[in-house]
């Protein structure tokens, strides 16, 4: 409470904007606006700590929607607390709604709040977080400004059900569209099923990005322990949102920084943490680009390194059958890690914003359904994180290990003198237009050995890159019960897709990679034993096809749209180093400086 002011570890941020004797003017001009909502001088200028509320919320992003109500609650624990509360809305990132990608939007939003943090008198803030990208944009600009920061969850949405089957978000959209595709229902069929999946407000239900990203954001030590899994709409959603407002106002007094959470530690457990739940192929991109703004050494082979031999242990869609509530009832993320430390697979002594340790967080949570969270022993599959692969395709792109089907590791790995390596002739997809287009045309003549390629789907080819690898296999196939063939691209993909893809290749084609170079009807070899991915052309050849390339003016990708596509196209960098604004990377500590 107020008793508690004086013992700030340093003189708050705010008091520079409002208790500036020195400069009595200004301090005048800032408290007067900042009164006109109802807050006092004596408030402002009595030392308490202001706690921003960066609200990600709205009518344009019902993922997070729900952060309109819990912030009322985040508000009662900070006044509770002794500070002062002021909400601000963050740019608007709704990760399906969003034309051409959400992904051109998670830099954007970050550049917002990183200026509002910096340029605004807030001595902390509470990050709310929830949809794919709103989650890494919140957490990078935390980490650029450095001033303490807590996250908070919106929650998943409750679990879907359609005709006594669980209907998990994303996830049925792939399976309705391979059913709409064989004929099996009708469109009105499609949208039913489809809706069946989204009952209450909340974010994906299933193991998508933004599971797994809320997920990341507890395993890393930016929530509260236990907070990521809890639904939306549940009881104690409401009153983890107050418990997250009164601790800001601590950490504050503490000085407790993400500086001094997300060290290089902290990300390695999230490594494994992500492997453990099945997490999403878009987790490495943002975390390699939020390690990069807190400066932080992490590369895109520490996920296989740290990553790969994890096993899966969280039966969650797409990679199992659960959703979102089993999740929370089953023990969350404090029963994942609890597993992991059994194995000494945590670095324990990493902190986090209650102010302990992930280990004393963690130690002892039990699992309290076996059917959802798997213990470590007895786990749903081995070797459940990335495989990094290289080769004249590309310099490196990842494949997650834990959604192979076994239809899919008969066909492909399977083979007694080439084990986990397959060969197939190349069909290429320019962007998900031409995909859509042609991926019907008998002209292409797929069948069961084709791979196929997506490319100029990149954060410069494709604004932002697009979520847009996982193809589905043309009808004919789906019809003679082929339902996916081997995908590769320089694109993402949902993280609720369970298509064992090759995703994230870096160089993208729009630069030049060698996927500019691939033509249909090559042939191209996988090899994951050996982590390779070659078009199997000769040396000669391909250096030909680059000086055509070159002399046609390089890869053509679409025209910029809006001036934001135009601008990030210049600065971003490539998905292996988590395709942040290459400059940005320079701006530390803000709040230092
Ligand atoms: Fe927003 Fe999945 S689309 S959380
Ligand atoms: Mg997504």
Not at 206 to 219: I, K
Not at 354 to 376: K, Q
Not at 552 to 568: K, N
Request: aromatic share 6%; with cysteine; hydrophobic share 40%.
């Amino acid at each position: 409470m107020a008793d508690k002011v004086e013992t700030s570890a340093r003189p708050l941020r705010s008091k520079a904007w409002f208790d500036n004797p020195d400069n009595v003017d200004m301090t005048a001009l800032y408290l007067e606006r900042y009164l006109n909502f109802g807050l006092s001088q004596e408030e402002l200028q009595s030392g308490r700590p202001i706690i921003g509320i960066a609200q990600t919320g709205s009518d344009l992003s019902p993922c997070n929607r729900h952060h309109l109500e819990l912030a009322k609650r985040v508000r009662e624990g900070i006044r509770e607390a002794g500070g002062i509360a002021i909400e601000f809305p963050v740019h608007p990132i709704q990760e399906t709604g969003k034309r051409p990608t959400a992904g051109l939007d998670r830099n954007l939003a970050y550049l917002g709040l990183v200026e509002v943090l910096y340029g605004y008198p807030l001595d902390g803030v509470v990050l709310t977080i929830g949809c794919d990208k709103t989650t890494p944009a919140c957490l990078m600009a935390a980490a650029t400004v450095n001033i303490p920061a807590i996250a908070l969850s919106v929650g998943p949405m409750l679990n879907g059900w359609h005709k006594g089957e669980r209907t998990g978000s994303g996830t049925i959209v792939w399976k309705a569209r391979e059913l709409l595709a064989a004929g099996e229902i009708d469109y009105a069929g499609f949208v039913k099923l489809v809706a069946s999946s989204a009952p209450s407000t909340g974010y994906c239900n299933t193991m998508g990005t933004a599971t797994t990203m809320n997920s990341l954001a507890e395993a890393l030590g930016m929530q509260l322990p236990g907070s990521a899994a809890i639904p939306a709409p549940y009881r104690d959603r409401q009153e983890i949102a107050y418990r997250t407002g009164l601790r800001i106002v601590d950490m504050v007094r503490e000085d407790l920084k993400p500086s001094d959470i997300l060290t290089r530690e902290a990300f390695i457990n999230a490594i494994r943490v992500n492997s453990a739940i099945g997490g999403s192929t878009n987790a490495p991109i943002h975390l390699n680009a939020l390690a990069r703004h807190v400066g932080v050494e992490l590369t895109i082979d520490d996920w296989q390194t740290y990553g790969e031999d994890i096993p899966l242990l969280v039966n969650l869609q797409p990679a199992g059958i659960y959703l979102g509530e089993d999740y929370y009832h089953a023990g969350g993320v404090p029963a994942v890690v609890n597993q992991l430390m059994t194995q000494g697979l945590v670095h324990e002594k990493a902190l986090t914003v209650n102010g302990r340790s992930i280990g004393d967080n963690c130690r002892g949570a039990a699992i309290a359904d076996e059917a959802v969270i798997w213990p470590y022993d007895r786990p749903l599959k081995e070797k459940a994180g990335f495989r990094v692969l290289r080769g004249n395709l590309f310099s490196s792109a990842i494949m997650k290990l834990s959604v192979i089907s076994s239809e899919f590791r008969l066909r492909y790995l399977s083979n007694p003198d080439d084990p986990e390596a397959f060969e197939g002739r190349a069909v290429v997809f320019d962007g998900p237009e031409d995909y859509h287009a042609r991926i019907d045309d008998p002209a292409l003549a797929i069948d069961e050995t084709t791979i196929l390629f997506m490319r100029g789907a990149g954060p410069i080819g494709y604004p932002g890159a697009a979520e847009v690898v996982n193809m589905r296999a043309p009808a004919h196939l789906i019809k003679a019960g082929i339902h996916a063939l081997p995908c590769i691209g320089d694109g993402r993909q949902s993280g609720t897709s369970g298509s064992p893809s090759i995703l994230n290749a870096s160089p993208e084609a729009a630069i030049g990679g060698g996927l500019a170079l691939l033509r249909t009807g090559d042939r191209v070899r996988i090899d994951l034993t050996r982590g390779t991915a070659d078009m199997l052309v000769p040396e000669d050849e391909l250096a030909e096809r680059r000086r055509a390339l070159e002399a046609a003016g390089g890869y053509a990708y679409p025209a910029h749209q809006t001036p934001w596509q135009e601008i990030q196209r210049g600065l971003v960098g490539q998905l292996e180093t988590g395709a942040v604004l290459e400059p940005a990377v320079r701006y530390q500590r803000l709040a230092e400086t």
